[in-house]
């Protein structure tokens, strides 16, 4: 079980348990009774059991899905369900010290960045949404209706509920994923089939217990923890009524194919290349520092990172320099400890993928400014890494790596640079450092991506839309966008 020496009481009780499927408001062994370990990515140990789900597990959360929808979901009162979202937010709060270790543990994510940035913004988009349950409100139109002269009609839409939902989440910020799916569909009346990462399934799960705890309905929320079957299953799954998925672009494809069957409702959040560009006019006291949070926050493993980083000429070495020594100052280790700043990769996996992508940049050609290496020793770390004389044709250039690998690219003319920022299959985020108002604007216009942070990367609010253009995905997380996503707009005629 390594590391329980250090886990606090509740973290490591939790730990000690079983884990079941939640079902129909009941934890359940699987169909198959099959179990699958969890292991600390700090060092290989298996620190968990759980239950591994399958088809037939599926079907039965489906069903408890949608019996609950039909059933006592729908009778509650728009109020009464923000209450019930409020309550979950407290919950979290309150355990918020045990969820962040469960994270740290299961993620590799150091404990310090859990407890100050996951577990707060998971509360906060419950918050957030509870505040929508009361707001959902459809219009009425006055209608002139040309070929029925002297008839009058009453006519205003309506927003209901999708329906059943099966979200599928992955492994970089489990808590805050599950919280990003579920809160906005429980505001909306919807009830939910979540699947878990089988890499990190435990924060699910914990989640999953305070729900249970704060009152909601049986069926309502039911989580299945299993592999890739399980979630290909729900994602075609003919009585579910939309899939919601964050992933990588080439699972975002599956899913899309496996949910033609019935035409249900897709949203997917998906890879990113992001483009962050560092003029020769930014702040970089400002710049450098932010430059190397934008790629090496969550060990490079975020949809959004800012993996292309443009530099102008004028200011490329000073630049390039800065961001090594920050690199190479980095502490890693195992995320409990509380002087570690970056964690292992999630993965034996994960590691092979990111350092089979940087020898390839280097058989192409690239220069290693900083890092390159995994470090000599058990768990999955990988030495936050640079590399410059890339070119745009260059696989490390144009594949997301999901590492702490940043590749450095020159440019001297804006026009040239808003090509080479655009010329991506994605178009999630990017980031944009100077002290000109006007060029900001200007360049943002010009990107295509979801989010363009200016002189700041990787901030996050719950009122503030976030998702890709292009091959990064299709609708919003977060914000009144990603609360419409999981509502149907009814119109109604009567004649008067």
């Known amino acids: 079980m390594g590391m329980i020496g250090t886990v606090n009481a509740a973290a490591r009780k939790f730990l000690s348990q079983p884990h079941q499927l939640l079902i129909d408001g009941q934890w359940v062994a699987s169909v198959g009774g099959q179990n699958f370990s969890v292991e600390n990515p700090a060092n290989g140990d298996t620190i968990s059991q759980v239950a591994k789900g399958e088809a037939p597990d599926v079907d039965l959360a489906v069903r408890a899905a949608r019996a609950a929808f039909e059933g006592p979901w729908s009778k509650i009162s728009a109020s009464d369900r923000g209450r019930l979202l409020w309550k979950i937010a407290d919950l979290i709060e309150q355990n918020a010290d045990e969820l962040a270790q469960l994270e740290s543990l299961d993620n590799g994510k150091p404990m310090t960045v859990a407890r100050a940035a996951d577990v707060p913004l998971a509360a906060d988009i419950f918050r957030y949404m509870a505040g929508w349950t009361t707001k959902i409100a459809g219009k009425t139109f006055p209608l002139s209706v040309p070929y029925t002269p002297g008839a009058e009609y009453f006519a205003y839409t309506s927003k209901e509920p999708v329906g059943v939902v099966g979200q599928i989440i992955p492994w970089n910020f489990p808590l805050l994923m ?240 808003l090509r080479q920022a655009n010329d991506s299959e994605y178009g999630l985020a990017a980031g944009i450092w100077t002290r000109d108002v006007k060029k900001a604007h200007q360049v943002s216009a010009r990107l295509r991506a979801g989010t363009t942070w200016i002189n700041c990367y990787n901030i996050f609010d719950a009122a503030l839309p976030f998702g890709g253009y292009k091959q990064s995905g299709w609708g919003r997380e977060m914000g009144e966008e990603a609360l419409n996503l999981y509502l149907e707009t009814k119109s109604v005629c009567l004649l008067k």
């Open 178 to 417: 599950a919280s990003w799916k579920l809160a906005p569909a429980l505001a909306a009346g919807c009830t939910v089939i979540l699947k878990p990462a089988e890499q990190t399934p435990l924060t699910a799960l914990r989640l999953a217990q305070l729900i249970t705890e704060a009152g909601l309905p049986k069926g309502v929320v039911n989580v299945v923890t299993g592999f890739g079957d399980a979630g290909a299953h729900l994602a075609q799954h003919p009585l579910v009524d939309k899939v919601a998925f964050t992933g990588s672009t080439e699972v975002g494809r599956l899913i899309v194919a496996a949910a033609a069957g019935n035409l249900k409702k897709v949203t997917l959040e998906l890879g990113g290349k992001s483009p962050n560009i560092i003029f020769d006019d930014a702040d970089l006291d400002l710049a450098i520092p932010g430059a190397a949070n934008a790629i090496f926050f969550n060990h490079g493993q975020c949809c959004c990172a800012g993996s292309r980083l443009f530099i102008h000429d004028k200011v490329y070495d000073k630049v390039l320099d800065g961001i090594a020594k920050i690199a190479g100052s980095i502490q890693l280790g195992e995320g409990l400890d509380p002087a570690t700043q970056m964690g292992p990769l999630v993965s034996r996996e994960q590691l092979d993928r990111v350092c089979s992508y940087v020898k390839s940049g280097v058989d192409a050609g690239a220069r290693v400014v900083a890092g390159g290496q995994s470090l000599g020793r058990s768990g999955y770390f990988m030495q936050p890494t640079i590399l410059a004389d890339t070119r745009s044709d260059m696989k490390v250039v144009r594949e997301e790596i999901f590492g702490p690998v940043v590749v450095a690219l020159r440019f001297h003319d804006d026009e040239d640079l």
